[in-house]
């Protein structure tokens, strides 16, 4: 069972715990990531395909993502979502906030993660993601265009795009 802790309209933790799966009550928050990988050599972003099975935008791409688990800092997921999604391993001090977004009941903090790892080394989750793709913001653009890539990123996508060009550049 997860469980989250809750956030008021300010994004302020209430102290309120609640559980994955139930509904919100109303004036109450989540907190979420979203971790945008940039290769370092590659100089493209990593991507990852949903499993058929999931509920929620099944087969779409998408950046790597998920909850806030009670107890954790949104830097803490982050890592542990990356790890667990994509097997590639960066302490919460590697990652970069560039972004809170606040959408519906949910907060989501954005971050940029840099990997030098080999390519072909990503380890994908069973039952989470099948596929996985280093693209240029171009090729996420025309993925979103045609209606591939899972629509609750493609908000922080559309935030975040700024900062992944630069970050791009400046590599």
């Known amino acids: 069972m997860e469980l989250w802790e809750l956030l008021d309209a300010a994004g302020s933790p209430t102290g309120e715990l609640h559980r994955r799966g139930d509904a919100l009550p109303q004036g ?9 990988t940039l290769h370092r050599q590659l100089k493209r972003v990593l991507i990852t395909r949903r499993a058929p099975e ?5 087969n779409r791409w998408e950046n790597t993502g998920g909850s806030v688990i009670a107890g954790e ?3 803490q997921a ?17 990652l970069i906030q560039v972004a809170t977004i606040q959408n519906g009941q949910v ?4 971050f940029i993660n840099y990997t030098a ?5 990503i380890v994908l989750q069973a039952e989470e993601t099948v596929d996985y793709r280093w693209v240029s913001l171009a090729e996420i653009d025309a993925i979103i265009a045609a209606g591939h890539f899972a629509e609750p990123e493609i908000i922080q996508y559309r935030t975040c795009r700024p900062f992944l060009a630069q970050a791009l550049q400046d590599l």
């Open 28 to 36: 109450r928050y989540h907190a979420i990531i979203g971790v945008w």
């Open 54 to 58: 999931k509920i929620i935008c099944p």
């Open 73 to 75: 800092t949104a830097p």
């Open 78 to 94: 982050a890592a542990r979502e990356l790890r667990e999604e994509t097997g590639l391993h960066s302490t919460p001090g590697d």
């Open 107 to 110: 907060f989501a903090n954005c």
């Open 117 to 121: 790892q080999p390519p072909d080394s």
